[in-house]
């Protein structure tokens, strides 16, 4: 069984910052690529960022030089430092990671339950 688990979400003011947290645990013998993603009310899910085990980062247009983010290793947790928040990054933010279970030969996509983020005056 794996689980993750993410955190941080919460209300902010335009132009203020967050740091979301993800962290993955069970049975799990490694981990490739995490990323984050949103998904805004009445729109599509949509890739946020992306960062691999090894290899350069990924981010959507709309939060180059805003967004980082991050890893501690190349397990776990994963981190989204967001700042310059903008009103239309209002979205419920999901953690996804790439994850191969002890005993398993092939890695499965496993998502966490999500985190409002609101950005509102």
């Known amino acids: 069984q794996v689980q993750l688990v993410e955190s941080g979400g919460g209300l902010v003011q335009p132009g203020g910052s967050l740091r979301l947290s993800c962290a993955a645990s069970?049975?799990?013998?490694?981990?490739?690529?995490m990323g984050w993603y949103r998904q805004a009310l009445g729109k599509e899910r949509e890739l946020v960022a992306l960062?691999?085990?090894?290899?350069?980062?990924k981010y959507a247009d709309s939060v180059k030089g805003r967004f980082t983010i991050s890893r501690d290793n190349a397990k776990n947790p994963v981190y989204l430092q967001m700042n310059s928040l903008k009103p239309e990054d209002t979205a419920v933010y999901y953690c996804?990671?790439?994850?191969?279970?002890?005993?398993?030969?092939?890695?499965?996509?496993?998502w966490g339950q999500g985190t409002l983020v609101t950005v509102s005056s």
């Open positions: 996804k990671a790439d994850i191969r279970r002890y005993g398993y030969g092939r890695s499965l996509e496993f």
């Open positions: 069970g049975s799990i013998f490694s981990i490739n690529a």
């Open positions: 960062i691999p085990s090894a290899g350069s980062t």
